[in-house]
């Protein structure tokens, strides 16, 4: 990932035992090792891209890809030094391996990288959860493709029917745990702990379809596993409102930053701010250390003949009380002295009297009050916060860069912009004060829409990563969401008139989808329904609840008509089409 100019510059330092710096000095080089690696994986980058005197000058050594052999052999041994886990296992996990590697090489797949990683996700899954070994296989080896095709494949592939299970959540008061029941086997839960308070959180996961359940089952494996994660899926595929919830289910605090291509470092390292304003009208911004200095050198000044005039003045600064100093007084005061220079010259103090200015105009200065305030990740990752990235591919490569680090099993991060010691791991070895709080989690949402920016596949092989589809992928989804929308709040919709609502506009939900799909140029946009399309329409319904309950029969239709002309007839160019398309829709 190093530029040319980078490489280039590294050609001293390999080829010979002195170094030159920019300003022509020549240092010597201490006993010091520089180990460079290189991801080859892509062809992206090779020896041919890098200097020759760099390559001749350095020892170039290729690690292969270890054989079907190797591997087993790897997996065997890291089985071995697990009370959990057994040989049976190890074997299975390694047929599964080297058939989804034979099955992608085959099919010249190269989208997603596959490599021991995946073996290591496996293993601290196992040993951190409860969570049947099959449920994980699936959670590694297929939902971590992008396409809902792909990862049908890969299920058929395994052996594996598509994850159906229906998890159970709840909240224990008096052991502040959070459950989640993933099988029909009682003991089989898995434990978090959790101080929420908020009694209407059971609604929240009622209404989540089975794939986001199944997603806050894996959020929670890479929560209990200590592993940074990844959710990827389109537009309204919920990434965002899942990571949100698990927050909420653990009471933890999140720290949420929307990615764009403006975002810079700093929101990992911190930046340098003003202590206070200094052009505020009284300069409190100065430290006592800075008061007592600058009063001392106005005492100073004070007891210059040519300089009295102004510290007579009825608008002079009081030297004794810094509560009442002006920035305009210090200003006027510098002034002053500039226009007596001639006459100062003459003073046998004239060199005092010049350096005794320069350090009030240092102090004073808004260049010498600034400090470095650390980021909202810093604070997340010394006190335990959750922090979600949203929109990794919105955001610069740098961003991608350097969190890569925090991904996989022995996370850490060097934010060495910040200066010295903002090193963070998670090595109990390293002090305390560069250690990862237990508590700190790292998520990502990555939308791979064609057009957007692609994550470095480095980054996308360290991370456990899950594929959320979209949350109106079937008629069944799409009726779940609308159901537990219009039930959840107070003085609801009956439950029977929120199944009709729900299961008929699910219907038409699905209706505009096709044909948009079938018929793209009579619509405003490519694809103008999708899960939003859902949310807006569960939002009218609820504006209208309150009519349509005082008077069933006589209301009922306010909300479905809006919902009709507003969120689905609307995306029509052609008014003939669109009314054609009403009363099919009605029918």
């Given at each position: 990932n190093s530029s040319e100019a980078l490489r280039n510059a590294f050609?001293?330092?390999?080829?010979h035992d002195t170094s030159s710096l920019p300003n022509r000095t020549d240092i010597s080089l201490g006993d010091f090792k520089i180990i460079a690696i290189i991801n080859t994986q892509d062809n992206l980058v090779g020896k041919e891209s890098f200097p020759s005197s760099l390559i001749n000058s350095s020892?170039?050594?290729v690690v292969n890809n270890p054989k079907n052999k190797e591997i087993h052999h790897i997996i065997l041994e890291k089985f071995q030094n697990s009370e959990k886990l057994d040989e049976e296992e190890a074997n299975q996990l390694f047929s599964t391996y080297k058939k989804v590697r034979k099955y992608l090489k085959e099919e010249k797949y190269s989208s997603q990288p596959f490599s021991l990683n995946d073996i290591n996700k496996y293993i601290t899954f196992r040993e951190k959860t409860d969570v049947d070994k099959q449920i994980i296989t699936q959670m590694i080896f297929a939902y971590q493709f992008l396409s809902y095709e792909m990862i049908l494949k890969m299920l058929q592939l395994l052996r594996y029917e598509q994850m159906n299970f229906n998890p159970a959540f709840y909240i224990h008061p008096n052991s502040n745990k959070f459950l989640i029941q993933i099988s029909q086997n009682p003991h089989c839960l898995l434990h978090l702990s959790t101080s929420t308070v908020d009694k209407m959180i059971?609604?929240?996961?009622d209404s989540l379809t089975i794939p986001e359940k199944h997603c806050l089952v894996f959020l929670a494996c890479t929560y209990l596993a200590k592993r940074s994660c990844i959710i990827q899926g389109g537009t309204a595929s919920g990434k965002s409102h899942i990571v949100r919830l698990f927050a909420d289910l653990l009471g933890k605090k999140l720290i949420v930053y929307q990615m764009n291509m403006d975002c810079s470092l700093s929101m990992l390292a911190g930046s340098y701010?003003?202590?206070?304003?200094?052009?505020?009208s009284n300069p409190n911004y100065l430290s006592n250390e800075d008061i007592a200095d600058i009063t001392q050198n106005l005492n100073f000044l004070n007891t210059i003949d040519l300089l009295q005039p102004?510290?007579?003045?009825?608008?002079h600064i009081q030297i004794n009380d810094s509560t009442k100093?002006?920035?305009?007084?210090f200003m006027n005061l510098l002034d002053f002295v500039k226009i007596n220079d001639e006459n100062l010259k003459q003073n046998e103090n004239y060199n005092k009297i010049q350096n005794t200015v320069q350090l009030i105009k240092r102090k004073i200065s808004p260049l010498n009050h600034f400090e470095l305030k650390p980021s909202s990740f810093i604070d997340a990752m010394k006190n335990g916060y959750f922090v979600l990235i949203d929109g990794i591919e919105s955001a610069p490569v740098e961003?991608?860069?350097?969190?890569?680090s925090l991904f996989g099993d022995n996370p850490e991060i060097n934010l060495y912009e910040c200066g010295q010691g903002f090193f963070f791991t998670r090595d109990d070895s390293f002090p305390q004060e560069n250690q990862i709080h237990p508590d700190f989690h790292l998520f990502v949402t990555y939308n791979p829409n064609e057009n957007n920016q692609k994550i470095n596949k480095t980054l996308l092989s360290k991370a456990s990563t899950f594929t959320l589809p979209q949350i109106d992928e079937s008629i069944r989804n799409s009726a779940q969401l609308l159901?537990?929308?219009l039930t959840k709040q107070q003085n609801n919709y009956p439950n029977y008139l929120s199944n009709e609502i729900a299961s008929r506009f699910a219907i038409v939900h699905e209706a505009c989808k096709n044909k948009c799909e079938n018929d793209p140029n009579n619509f405003v946009w490519d694809y103008p329904y999708n899960g939003r399309t859902l949310i807006f329409l569960t939002k009218g319904f609820n504006f209208y609840r309150e009519s349509v309950l005082n008077s069933l029969s006589e209301n009922i239709y306010l909300p479905i008509v809006f919902g009709l002309n507003c969120f689905y007839s609307k995306s029509f160019t052609d008014e003939e089409k669109m009314n054609q398309f009403k009363l099919e829709l009605v029918e």
């Open positions: 050609i001293p330092v390999f080829c020892i170039y050594y059971h609604y929240k996961v701010v003003l202590k206070k304003d200094p052009l505020n102004y510290f007579q003045d009825i608008n100093w002006e920035p305009t007084q961003i991608q860069e350097k969190i890569s159901f537990c929308s």
